[in-house]
């Protein structure tokens, strides 16, 4: 990673150093989000999340690799992860990974505000029937309720939404690109 730095520039502000989902599942990136002092989690029916594959993206072949023009995609709040992705590709731009947002709310952990959260519809999970599953991953905060627990309120939370479902303070997340340098 430091000599990625070196390499790239540590004053970078105009990408995002992910590694690659393989080398940084989400289930090991998660807890290290923070929101004050409360750690990030993973809902507790989602414990398939490192399944959650890239879907239609060729990634760079390298461990560590840039994410630029990185966007929250507000404007898609209240759309579903099914328009969404229509509208995107129309822009060619390309929706972000699961592991990509998690290095996100890792790296600039303000992008997680309550109210205006995404999914990270790049990730999806291939069923053994040869089947997309309806689930999506999103990145929030939690309320504290049900089986989050009271304890957990205001903690960063993975979890899912169904593909064809729209959510009011939900946006798509997207980036412009992908490369391993310059």
């Known amino acids: 990673m430091r000599a990625a730095v070196a390499q790239w520039g540590s004053e970078r502000t105009d990408a995002l150093l992910v590694f690659r989902p393989d080398l940084a599942p989400p289930s090991t ?4 989000m ?3 002092e409360k750690p ?3 809902v507790e029916d ?3 999340v490192d ?4 879907t239609g993206l060729e990634l760079p072949g390298e461990a560590l690799y840039l994410v630029t023009g990185i966007a ?3 404007e898609f709040e209240n759309a579903s992860p099914a328009e969404a992705l229509a509208e995107l590709t129309a822009r060619d731009r390309s929706p972000l990974l699961l592991t990509e947002g998690l290095h996100w709310v890792l790296q600039q952990p303000e992008v997680l505000e309550r109210n205006h959260c995404f999914m990270t519809i790049g990730s999806r999970l291939m069923k053994a029937t040869g089947k997309l599953d309806s689930r999506t991953p999103a990145l929030w905060i939690s309320n504290g309720t049900g089986r989050d627990g009271k304890e957990r309120k205001d903690a960063p939370k993975l979890g899912w939404c169904w593909w064809n479902n729209r959510h009011t303070w939900l946006g798509i997340a997207s980036a412009a690109g992908r490369s391993t340098g310059a």
Do not use: E, I, Q, S
């Not at 990136?29 to 290290?32: I, V």
């Open 29 to 32: 990136l998660a807890p290290l």
């Open 34 to 36: 923070r929101r004050g």
């Open 40 to 42: 990030g989690f993973v």
């Open 46 to 48: 989602m414990t398939d």
């Open 51 to 54: 399944r959650f594959a890239p």
């Open 72 to 74: 929250r995609g507000d």
